[in-house]
T-cell receptor, first 111, second 113 residues
Framework: ELKVEQNPLFLSMQEGKNYTIYCNYS?????LYWYRQDPGKSLESLFV?????AVKQEGRLMASLDTKARLSTLHITAAVHDLSATYFC???????????FGTGTSLTVIP | DARVTQTPRHKVTEMGQEVTMRCQPI?????VFWYRQTMMQGLELLAY????????DSGMPKDRFSAEMPDATLATLKIQPSEPRDSAVYFC???????????FGPGTRLTVL
């Protein structure tokens, strides 16, 4: 079974600071996805990373994928309160038939 | 504005009753996923379909859960009989193939008493 681990699980950071969320997975995959979930809401797709070395950026968020290390990062630059949410990474196994979500990272940005 | 729709949004039922949840994927999307989210277990994939055929339902308790796609515009998830441990938020998502990003519906919040 493919395991997907995120850390940290909880993150409290001040506005204006930078931080990185890590997503490690246990088996071969070159398909990784990041989602955001606001409290009581559904999930919203942020990034789709489909190859080793892929980097995507949107606003203050940047995601990257290292398939050799089985690691993806979500970097937050100059955090603002609106970024407070839970962030999930998800991995599609290379068989194409198994899809796994990480545990989620709950981010709180403090003024 | 294309979006995934789910009904009902909330369901409260008693243990032993049948529960049916419905999902309308985004028109043209050929892959549909069912997820369950709880505080304890997080987000779990229950089943998914491509071109209406089930590809993976290994995450679903087979004795009480069933998932179907009667046509390309409707996916259903049934629980019979329901149990209190089934209380969760059930999300449906659709995509253009498994590799593409998934678009999630608003979820059905199920409470089994």
């Amino acid at each position: 079974e493919l395991k997907v681990e995120q850390n940290p699980l909880f993150l409290s950071m001040q506005e204006g600071k930078n931080y990185t969320i890590y997503c490690n997975y246990s088996t071969t995959s070159d398909r990784l996805y990041w989602y955001r979930q606001d409290p009581g809401k559904s999930l919203e797709s942020l990034f789709v990373l489909l190859s080793n070395g892929a980097v995507k950026q949107e606003g203050r968020l940047m995601a990257s994928l290292d398939t050799k290390a089985r690691l993806s990062t979500l970097h937050i630059t100059a955090a603002v309160h609106d970024l407070s949410a839970t962030y999930f990474c998800a991995v599609l196994h290379n068989t194409g038939n198994q899809f796994y979500f990480g545990t989620g990272t709950s981010l709180t940005v403090i003024p | 504005d294309a979006r995934v729709t789910q009904t009902p949004r909330h369901k409260v039922t008693e243990m032993g009753q049948e529960v049916t949840m419905r999902c309308q994927p985004i028109l043209g999307h050929n892959t549909v996923f069912w997820y369950r989210q709880t505080m304890m277990q997080g987000l779990e994939l229950l089943a998914y379909f491509r071109n209406r055929a089930p590809l993976d339902d290994s995450g679903m308790p087979k004795d009480r859960f069933s998932a179907e796609m009667p046509d390309a515009t409707l996916a259903t998830l049934k629980i019979q009989p329901s149990e209190p441990r089934d209380s969760a938020v059930y999300f449906c998502a659709s995509s253009l193939g498994a590799v593409r990003e998934q678009f999630f519906g608003p979820g059905t919040r199920l409470t089994v008493l």
